[in-house]
């Protein structure tokens, strides 16, 4: 009994006290449990049980902070209250907030005017879209601890709620002339010390990119207000990273955001191409209509390129790049290898022709198909070929040759492709077939890749790989084809012989009962 | 020595050493009942022994290539199909065998259950029959993973999952059956200790227990044949039958495996062998065991995640138990048959029960499905289609025993009809049409065994 007693004790002690330990939370001041205990017009209480269990979930620091600033009256409303705990942030940034008196002024609703108040459920008409509550939480800055101050001025941590701005704020005109906008967000990202800080993988040239690009030029040079700025990309609070699905410049989103200015007629009236032909307004339907614009935005393949790709961020076009016609080489380089060494690359040149826009186009680039090789009309080959090269018949033959030899391995392809699926559904053995129909469709690639080098061995050389796989491929479907044929006689013959044997039985057991 | 006379022959040599003759008087002399019903039933018996011994042929040459291993099953079973001359074939006649297997002992049990040849004294045929059965499911689910391919190690982390549900050992019958918490190569080798080791070592010995009884008291003849039947002499008029059938069977089972290599293609009884297993992977939707299990695996969606304080699953297994149970005790409940009097309750118990277990199969095959088949309305487009078909099969059931065999014993098969009735046309959950059609059959059940007591007590009263 003793030796119980004397373990049992220590254990008693000991979850008494982790139970007392655990009864101690801080105590909620009359204050702040006003706030909590507060009932709305129709009897409910303000405050939501969902955010009484985001504040019950704070740690002890920022329930402190929370009780500091009921106490100091920043909050005095429920609702107020209400709005800070909806936000349900993590600890590292609503410590931030809590700390920041500027936002904890402008969210109150009796102190601010629709105009000026950041809030969750934004005034129609009246509450600017840039004062999005939740936009302004999730903004890139206000993660790493830059909040209204960083831009605007004041210090946030004073109790005096007066306003004082940087310098660089412009006291009036902000949007008449929007060239300042620039040199205020270069100040920080145009100086890789400062930026060292936050994100060392950041470039710090977007100024200088911006303002040599036709962009940077409209606004600066020419001063015309419908020129973009950063805003106009970057969206005003509610900045997130370009790796954020939600951001403007998200890739999926890069084209509505492009689009928003390119798209509109009215916008772009007056504006002219470097030939001097009207800003065309159709981009983005072409877009959308191409395999890019397809592949990106319909499939969501985040490796389809939007239209910073080949025009650039900041800046006019890709780096190391002379002339946007030459971005398709950033991915197909292959192709534009090929074409580098082709006689094509120097008679485009003479003709000042973009080089894979010509044929493909550019911003409604199709799928392509063999038949764009095939005599006829419809031949990109002949189009050009008669105006321009009608004395060479040898390259109207180059183009049926590579049209011919593609056509038939690709019929073989899909035909054997469907054989193939047949004979599996029999029992046979495909693997080699598939095999053979992966080599030649390695083969139908690499060909189709080499018209680009406009050369008939060069083309031959792709295309001998899959000429040899169709041989093979077609001995192997005759050899399970035989397969199979051999299955079924040896079917029939034991069924036969089966059939025999069982006629004999009944003849046998017709005697034995006769 | 014996002195029967056989000579100097090859029997006489052996019956010198052996003593056959009482053997061979006792196959002389055998004889198998003939009745006013149609003598097929008796064959599917021998039929189902037929397609296990192919089973076991088949099985014992594809278990010279196979290697159970992470690494080596899937690819073993491969190169078996596409290299090993005739490999391919006797896969195909594996599986389409078990299946068969499976249809034939099915239609055994039942038309055992429809004739009843349960009764006394063959109870104890009916007891190892039952477990027969269990033990061919056994097969047929240790069987699956072996292959080792993507949709089998789904399905059996699926079908293994459901042992949790057993109250108390659940975890720990999870444990042993997977050799662990998960479904891994520590599974695939004791399902294959289980499907080539211990199930057909208690299968052959349990085969034997249930041929002995068999042969001790010979075929059940029809119920109340107050005198002998007339007989058919087992060997060599019954055993030829036999042989003939068998033959019939196994040319089936050739053209089927030549023509239809991977089975037909509905979902539970398709055997391509597809991509292998992938543990890393994630489970797909649409994951369905073997056709014979469908109707549980229907049962336990049609129940709520928590039930009465229990868990769906739990009170499923229970449910299944329960029914499972009344099946194996059936020659014990069913006290007009042990009289030798006709049981149209049971019979109707019987025809219920393949109704209820043909509505819940129809349901995992997702009869009638619109795209998506997950989608609200294209759920309750299956039921009602479902219920069509089984209100459509329970309609033609009931005309044929009420024009043909004069039954008038409609209370199960009414009740399994109602439940698909309420659930299928009217909308209503599963579990409450169910326990609505239970109560009425429940009901029903007790004002016929009312009337009945009364006929008794008051045998010339009014009607």
């Known amino acids: 009994m003793r030796i119980i007693s004397s373990f049992l004790c220590p254990v008693l002690c000991v979850s008494l006290a982790a139970v007392a330990a655990d009864e101690k939370p801080g105590v909620i001041p009359e204050k702040l449990a006003g706030l909590f205990a507060a009932q709305g017009k129709d009897g409910k209480p303000t405050i939501t049980p969902e955010q009484r269990t985001y504040f019950d979930g704070l740690n002890d620091r920022l329930k402190a902070l929370l009780i500091k600033t009921v106490e100091a009256e920043v909050i005095t409303r429920p609702e107020h209250l209400g709005t800070i705990l909806a936000l349900g942030l993590r600890p590292q940034k609503m410590e931030i907030l809590l700390q920041d008196n500027c936002i904890l002024c402008h969210t109150d609703p009796e102190v601010q005017k629709p105009e000026t108040l950041l809030t969750l459920s934004p005034a129609p008409g009246k509450t600017p879209s840039h004062l999005n509550l939740q936009d302004f939480v999730d903004d890139v800055h206000f993660l790493r601890g830059l909040s209204c101050a960083g831009c605007h001025g004041g210090d946030p941590g004073s109790d005096k709620l007066e306003h004082s701005f940087v310098k660089e704020w412009p006291s009036a005109g902000r949007d008449k002339d929007r060239g300042w906008i620039l040199s205020f967000c270069a100040r920080c990202h145009s ?90 307004t159709n981009q983005l339907a072409e877009y959308r209509a191409s395999v890019h614009g397809r592949a990106l935005l319909e499939r969501g393949d985040l490796g389809a390129p939007a239209c910073n790709n080949c025009h650039g961020n900041h800046a006019a076009m890709p780096i190391g790049l002379s002339s946007v016609s030459q971005s398709c080489s950033l991915c197909h380089a292959g192709n534009a290898s090929l074409f580098d060494g082709s006689k094509h690359k120097q008679a485009f040149e003479e003709h000042k022709w973009p080089q894979c826009a010509k044929c493909h186009g550019n911003h409604v680039i199709a799928k392509t198909h063999d038949s764009m090789l095939a005599a006829g009309q419809e031949s990109l080959c002949n189009k050009c070929h008669q105006q321009y090269a009608k004395d060479n018949p040898e390259c109207n033959a180059t183009a049926t040759y590579f049209y011919t030899s593609l056509a038939q391995m690709d019929q073989v392809w899909n035909e054997f492709g469907v054989t193939a699926d047949r004979l599996a559904m029999k029992g046979l053995d495909v693997d080699p077939i598939h095999d053979k129909l992966n080599e030649l469709a390695d083969s139908l690639k690499q060909a189709r890749s080499h018209i680009h080098s406009f050369s008939k061995n060069d083309f031959q050389r792709a295309a001998d790989p899959g000429e040899k796989a169709v041989l093979g491929i077609s001995r192997l479907v005759e050899e399970a084809k035989a397969e199979y044929r051999f299955r079924q006689l040896g079917l029939v013959t034991t069924i036969a012989l089966m059939g025999l044997v069982m006629l004999a039985l009944y003849v046998k057991l017709r005697r034995l009962e006769r | 020595m014996s002195d029967s006379g056989h000579g100097q022959g090859w029997l006489g040599w052996l019956d010198r050493r052996y003593q056959i003759t009482p053997l061979i008087e006792f196959l002389r002399h055998k004889e198998v009942p003939k009745g006013p019903h149609s003598m097929v039933w008796y064959y599917l018996g021998g039929m189902t022994m037929f397609f296990f011994l192919v089973q076991v042929v088949t099985g014992v040459l594809l278990l010279m290539y196979y290697q159970p291993g992470e690494a080596t099953a899937y690819e073993s079973i491969r190169y078996l199909t596409t290299k090993v001359p005739f490999g391919w074939l006797m896969r195909s006649v594996h599986c389409w065998s078990a299946h068969l297997m499976i249809i034939s002992l099915v239609t055994h049990m039942f038309s055992t259950m429809m004739l009843k040849a349960y009764r006394p004294p063959r109870e104890l045929t009916w007891v190892t029959g039952y477990i027969l059965f269990a033990l061919t499911l056994g097969f047929g689910f240790s069987g699956y993973l072996l292959p080792w391919n993507k949709l089998a190690f789904f399905a059996t982390s699926v079908g293994t999952d459901l042992v949790k549900s057993v109250p108390l050992i659940g975890n720990w019958l999870l444990q042993v059956l997977r050799g662990g918490p998960d479904v891994t190569a520590n599974t695939l080798y004791r399902f294959f200790a289980l499907h080539v080791v211990i199930l057909p070592l208690a299968f052959v010995s349990l085969i034997g227990v249930h041929l002995l009884f068999v042969q001790r008291q010979g075929m059940a003849p029809p119920l109340g044949a107050k005198v002998a039947p007339r007989g058919m002499r087992f060997f060599p008029s019954f055993a030829l039958r036999d042989l003939l059938l068998w033959l019939v069977c196994f040319m089936v089972l050739l053209v089927l495996a030549v023509f239809v290599p991977y089975g037909p293609g509905i979902p539970g009884m398709d055997w391509e062998l597809g991509q292998k297993a992938d543990p890393l992977a994630p489970a797909f939707p649409g994951i369905k065991p073997e056709w014979y299990f469908l109707w549980e695996y229907q049962l336990l969606k049609e129940f709520p995640p928590h039930l009465f304080g229990l868990e769906g699953p739990q009170l499923c297994l229970l449910v299944v138990s329960l029914l499972l149970g009344i099946w194996a005790i059936i020659p014990w409940l069913d006290r007009q048959a042990q009289r030798e009097q006709p049981s149209p309750g049971f019979s109707d118990f019987g025809w219920g029960a393949i109704l209820f277990l043909t509505f819940l199969t129809l349901k995992a095959w997702d009869i009638g499905a619109m795209e998506p088949a997950t989608s609200g309305s294209s759920l309750k487009v299956i039921s009602r289609t479902c219920a069509w078909w089984t209100i459509g099969a329970g309609a033609v059931i009931i005309g044929i025993r009420w024009l043909l065999h004069r039954h008038r014993w409609f209370v199960f098969t009414g009740a399994a ?39 008794r007590v008051n045998p010339g009263g009014s009607r």
């Open chain 1, 191 to 280: 100086d890789s010390t400062f930026m060292n800080r936050f994100n060392p993988a950041l470039p710090t040239d977007q100024l200088a990119k911006y303002k040599d690009s036709p962009h940077g030029k409209f606004l600066l040079e020419a001063r015309d207000a419908r020129a973009p700025d950063c805003l106009s990309c970057h969206g005003v609070h509610g900045i997130r990273s370009a790796k954020n699905p939600l951001s403007k410049v998200y890739r999926k989103r890069v084209p509505e955001t492009c689009g928003a200015c390119h798209s509109d007629a009215k916008r772009m009236a007056g504006l002219t191409l470097s030939d001097g032909s009207p800003m065309p």
């Open chain 2, 417 to 455: 009809l109602l439940h698909v009735v309420l659930h299928g046309w009217l909308g209503l959950p599963y579990l409450v049409a169910g326990v609505i059609a239970a109560v009425l059959a429940a009901v029903g059940i007790a004002m016929i065994f009312l009337r009945t007591a009364e006929r």
